[in-house]
Structures are given as structure tokens and as C-alpha cells.
């Protein structure tokens, strides 16, 4: 009967951490994505620039929160498999 419950609190353990991973990474994917638009914004680039700027804070804020959710989920195995 204990197994159960080790099993089950392995599993709300790692829903937690999928959940976390994902707003961590959606997070910082916005927060990207601002920092490289603000500054466009405030110079008052041209279109193609503009819209140059909008398609490299896109693809960067992708790629940091990508880069997020994989840390995230690859220290929570490691610790899993430590037994912490």
C-alpha cells in the first residue's frame, strides 16, 4: 500500500515540475520577446527593421524558453534519479 502512494506523489511531482517548466519558459519567452521589441519601439525603426526585429525576438524568446523547459525537465530527472 505505501508503494501506491510513493508512486502517486512521484507523479503529482512531475506534474508540478511540467507545469513549472512551462510557465517558467513561456515566462522568459515573453520577457525576451519585450526586450527585443522595446527598444525598436523607441527608436521608431523603419518597417522592414521593424519587422525584421519582431522575427529575431521571436525566434530567440522560442529558443530561450525552449532552452528553459528542457533545463527545468532534465534537473528534475536528474534529482529523480538520485533519489532526492
Same mark, same amino acid.
Given at each position: 500500500?505505501?508503494?501506491?502512494?510513493e508512486?502517486?506523489?512521484e507523479k503529482d511531482a512531475m506534474t508540478v515540475e511540467i507545469v513549472f517548466a512551462l510557465?517558467?519558459?513561456?515566462?522568459l519567452a515573453a520577457v525576451v520577446f519585450a @526586450?527585443?521589441?522595446?527598444?525598436? /519601439?523607441?527608436?521608431g525603426v523603419s518597417?522592414?527593421?521593424g519587422r525584421a526585429t519582431l522575427m529575431g525576438g521571436l525566434t530567440v524568446g522560442a529558443a530561450a524558453g525552449?532552452?528553459?523547459? @528542457?533545463?527545468v525537465l532534465r534537473r /528534475?530527472?536528474?534529482?529523480?534519479?538520485?533519489?532526492?
Open positions: 500500500m505505501d508503494m501506491g502512494r508512486s502517486r506523489r510557465v517558467t519558459g513561456a515566462l @526586450v527585443a521589441l522595446i527598444p525598436a /519601439f523607441l527608436l518597417e522592414p527593421a525552449i532552452w528553459r523547459l @528542457v533545463l /528534475f530527472d536528474a534529482h529523480r534519479r538520485q533519489g532526492r
